[in-house]
Structure formats: C-alpha cells, structure tokens
C-alpha cells in the first residue's frame, strides 16, 4: 500500500525542492522496525534539510523530520511488537537516515523508545526532540545540585522550542524562571507557560565588558550560545551550572575562564542526538510525569505535510513560536 510523504529532491544544477508525494515500502531505507508514523514536528534542523541547499542532507531524495511517534507496524526485534507506540529523537533521522514527515517509517529498533504510559503520541510530539533535550538539561541540572527555593533559574531563547518546554517544566516544578526573549509580543505567552520574570534580550546583547558581574542565576538552560552565553556564564551564581543546548548564536564561546575558575561554575554540554537507551527512557518519563500537559496547549501550532514547506523557511527566520505538531494523516 502507499503512503504520503515530505520529500525533499535535489537537480542537477542542485537546486532542491520539497512537496508531498506518493510512496510505496519498497521506497524505505533498511531497518528493524517499521512504525506507522502519527505524529512529527518542525525544528530548527528540519528548516536546513527542507530549505536551499539542502542543509544537513546527505543524500536525496530525502525525507526529513528529526522525530515522530507513532505505532509498530512490524518489527524483527523481539524489544518490540506490533501495536506498541513509540517515540523517536535523534540518530540523525531526518538528516542522515528517512525521518518523520511521512505516514511510514522504518528504523534501527535501537533508536526507539516505548512511549511512557500517561503520553500520547500527539503529546509526545507536543514535547518532540525540543521538549526531550529541555528535559535533559534540566535533570543534568539538578544532578549538580539545582533546587527550588534558591533564586531564580534564567532560560534563554525562551520562545523557542527548548525553551518554552523548559520554561513550563521549571515552573512547575517550583523554580523561579526568568525567561529571556527578543520578541516583546511573546511576553504574555512566556508567562502563561510560568515565566515570572521577562528578561529582555537586549540586557545580555552586550559584548562582555568584565569577566564577573553581580550573581544572578542559580542555574540556567541556555539554547542560544555564543555571546549571550559568555555574557551569562559572568552572572552566575557560585557552584552554579549553564546547560547548554543550542548554537542559534554561534559555535565560538568569547567568554574568559575567571567564572569556572572564581565561581566553580560548570557548563554542561546536552546533546540530544544520540543519548543512551537508559538516558532516553528516563528523560521520557521525566516527561511523562513533571511536564505540565495543561500547558501544551498554549506551545501547540497545528500542521499537515502541506504546511512543511513554508514552515521550513519560517523556522530558520526566527518567526515559528513554541511547538509545531504535525499531523502526517491530515
């Protein structure tokens, strides 16, 4: 039987274009399980596979989409069975290997998880690969020491994927958040996800003028990087830590080493690509019992395949808020 899907095709002058088309099973790659897929989500990453040039792909024709969950529809590892629902970040699916913009997929069983009791798939992919690595680098927080009560805990890119999820999930664990945004207009949306405090992005914009400045955070989930990491990692409090998750502001760090050598403050580095089998099936049932489901709502944009292409482009111009879940069945 066919199905629909995102594909993405290169010319030969490398030109690359995406739209729906038809597919059969004999069009998908090599893998142990394949999996009815119900539900994706847009990322920064998938914007690079669809826009020009193609990004981070590899091969064509192409279909991204760097998570999904969805059913077992058949399986030759005896870890799943047909029916189970199961959920999937990272591996380079999407990138390297056929990902989630397509109602089949076929994958590596040792990329999958089962979906936790209490998560639907629609959910699972409200959270998708942002909420996952927000739930990562929070849980590495609190294994240095992070707690509730102790000031407050500064989340930057706040209106963004990772960082809307780990505004909602902080929140409701008790912490103080002040979430950083250079939108004003997404104000009312940080604080209705828990934000008790909104910091603008253009207070810690500056260039770092001295390595330490007055202690301000207790912890922080930075999904920015790049200047405005340096400029946080001198506003630390002692002993504290930064998460770090993102590279929206760059690869290059120009910060000095006198905070992790005056203050002991550690920069924790979350990658969520290829975390452990063990690491992936705590942080989803971290998920699955600390987020906030109430608060997906207000994060979720729907979307069909239809949707991908401008959303795609949209995503790499900062203008896509929170979670956008795709419906590949729509």
């Given at each position: 039987?066919?199905?629909?899907?995102?594909?993405?095709?290169?010319?030969?002058?490398?030109?690359?274009?995406?739209?729906?088309?038809?597919?059969?099973?004999?069009?998908?790659?090599?893998?142990?399980?394949?999996?009815?897929?119900?539900?994706?989500?847009?990322?920064?990453?998938?914007?690079?596979?669809?826009?020009?040039?193609?990004?981070?792909?590899?091969?064509?024709?192409?279909?991204?989409?760097?998570?999904?969950?969805?059913?077992?529809?058949?399986?030759?590892?005896?870890?799943?069975?047909?029916?189970?629902?199961?959920v999937l970040t990272g591996w380079r699916v999407g990138e390297a290997h056929w990902g989630g913009y397509a109602q089949k997929?076929?994958?590596?069983?040792?990329?999958?998880?089962?979906?936790?009791?209490?998560?639907?798939?629609?959910?699972?992919?409200?959270?998708g690969t942002a909420g996952f690595t927000a739930m990562l680098a929070i849980m590495a927080l609190e294994r240095h020491g992070?707690?509730?009560?102790?000031?407050?805990?500064?989340?930057?890119?706040?209106?963004?994927?990772?960082?809307?999820?780990?505004?909602?999930?902080?929140?409701?664990?008790?912490?103080?958040?002040?979430?950083?945004?250079?939108?004003?207009?997404?104000?009312?949306?940080?604080?209705?996800?828990?934000?008790?405090?909104?910091?603008?992005?253009?207070?810690?914009?500056?260039?770092?003028?001295?390595?330490?400045?007055?202690?301000?955070?207790?912890?922080?989930?930075?999904?920015?990087?790049?200047?405005?990491?340096?400029?946080?990692?001198?506003?630390?409090?002692?002993?504290?830590?930064?998460?770090?998750?993102?590279?929206?502001?760059?690869?290059?760090?120009?910060?000095?080493?006198?905070?992790?050598?005056?203050?002991?403050?550690?920069?924790?580095?979350?990658?969520?690509?290829?975390?452990p089998y063990d690491n992936r099936l705590a942080a989803w049932k971290r998920v699955a019992s600390d987020l906030p489901m109430?608060?997906?709502?207000?994060?979720?944009?729907?979307?069909?395949?239809?949707?991908?292409?401008?959303?795609?482009?949209?995503?790499?111009?900062?203008?896509?808020?929170?979670?956008?879940?795709?419906?590949?069945?729509?």
């Open positions: 039987m066919g199905f629909r899907a995102l594909v993405v095709e290169k010319d030969a002058e490398g030109a690359t274009s995406a739209s729906v088309k038809e597919l059969t099973e004999t069009d998908l790659p090599a893998g142990d399980v394949t999996v009815a897929v119900e539900y994706s989500t847009v990322n920064y990453k998938d914007g690079l596979c669809i826009g020009p040039g193609g990004g981070l792909v590899r091969t064509y024709p192409h279909v991204p989409g760097i998570d999904f969950a969805g059913t077992v529809e058949a399986s030759d590892d005896s870890r799943f069975d047909v029916g189970d629902r199961v997929a076929r994958v590596k069983a040792d990329w999958l998880v089962p979906l936790p009791e209490g998560l639907s798939t629609r959910d699972a992919m409200a959270v992070l707690r509730p009560g102790k000031g407050e805990v500064l989340v930057t890119g706040a209106a963004g994927g990772v960082g809307s999820v780990a505004t909602a999930i902080l929140n409701d664990l008790g912490y103080d958040v002040a979430a950083v945004t250079g939108r004003p207009e997404t104000g009312g949306y940080l604080r209705e996800l828990g934000a008790s405090r909104i910091v603008p992005r253009e207070e810690l914009a500056e260039t770092v003028k001295r390595p330490l400045e007055s202690e301000s955070w207790v912890g922080c989930v930075d999904a920015v990087g790049g200047p405005m990491l340096a400029r946080v990692l001198g506003q630390m409090c002692y002993g504290a830590s930064v998460a770090a998750v993102g590279l929206a502001g760059g690869a290059s760090l120009p910060a000095s080493v006198v905070p992790f050598l005056l203050r002991g403050v550690n920069l924790l580095g979350i990658d969520s690509v290829m975390q109430d608060k997906l709502s207000a994060m979720i944009q729907p979307a069909t395949l239809e949707d991908l292409p401008r959303l795609g482009a949209e995503i790499l111009k900062g203008q896509v808020r929170g979670r956008v879940v795709v419906d590949v069945n729509a």
